[in-house]
């Protein structure tokens, strides 16, 4: 299985840039990293996706190195609305290929 | 609409007793899975299935059992076996060929009475 590491948690504060890690051992080669966002009693809801380098969107960006051993998610100028755990999918290489989520890491913005 | 939808949202159980969660989905995914919540936790994977009569076991799958007699529906029977049940049970869908997106109902949250 890949075993996929995060911080437990981060505090930051309205406007400031923030970035999560999250360590991937073991990770398929051909796959995506993919990070997910969860609001209390609720679905994850899926943020952005990567494969290697950089990527972004409208809400992130994800970066991921070479090595594909750790992969970055990063949040402009976040707000209260950010507060929630966040959490990176990766799949196992090798004969494990079953997809695992990180422990997540709860973002609590502050004003 | 297309989405996921699971129900009951909350759902009570008796000692001994069995109870099925219920999962839909309107996507056209091939591939379904079932996730387990504790509180202050992540996912664990509890089954998975890839296409319609094919499904895999995960991380915690005891207790535990499902059917997949119909692309939209996955349903997941938690058996008197399974002797800490309480948690928030997750459904979730994707296509076959990017799993990492997956698709996520708003969830059921069992109750040991």
């Known amino acids: 299985l890949a075993k996929t590491t995060q911080p437990i948690s981060m505090d930051s504060y309205e406007g400031q840039e923030v970035n999560i890690t999250c360590s991937h051992n073991?990770?398929?080669?051909?796959?995506?990293i993919t990070w997910y966002q969860q609001f209390p009693s609720q679905g994850p809801r899926f943020i952005i996706q990567?494969?290697?380098t950089k990527v972004t969107n409208e809400v992130a960006s994800l970066f991921i190195p070479a090595d594909r051993k750790s992969s970055t998610l990063s949040l402009p100028r976040v707000s209260l609305s950010d507060t929630a755990v966040y959490y990176c999918?990766?799949?196992?290489?090798?004969?494990?290929?079953?997809?695992?989520f990180g422990s997540g890491t709860q973002l609590t913005v502050l004003p | 609409d297309g989405g996921i939808t699971q129900s009951p949202k909350y759902l009570f159980r008796k000692e001994g007793q069995n109870v099925t969660l219920s999962c839909e989905q309107n996507l056209n995914h091939d591939a379904m899975y079932w996730y387990r919540q504790d509180p202050g936790q992540g996912l664990r994977l509890i089954y998975y299935?890839?296409?319609?009569?094919?499904?895999q076991k995960g991380d915690i799958a005891e207790g535990y059992s499902v059917s997949r007699e119909k692309k939209e529906s996955f349903p997941l029977t938690v058996t008197s076996a399974q002797k800490n049940p309480t948690a928030f049970y997750l459904c979730a869908s994707s296509s076959r060929r990017n799993q990492e997106t997956q698709y996520f109902g708003p969830g059921t949250r069992l109750l040991v009475l």
């Open positions: 073991n990770i398929a080669t051909n796959d995506y």
């Open positions: 990567g494969y290697k």
């Open positions: 999918l990766a799949r196992g290489g090798g004969s494990a290929r079953q997809l695992t």
């Open positions: 299935s890839q296409i319609v009569n094919d499904f």
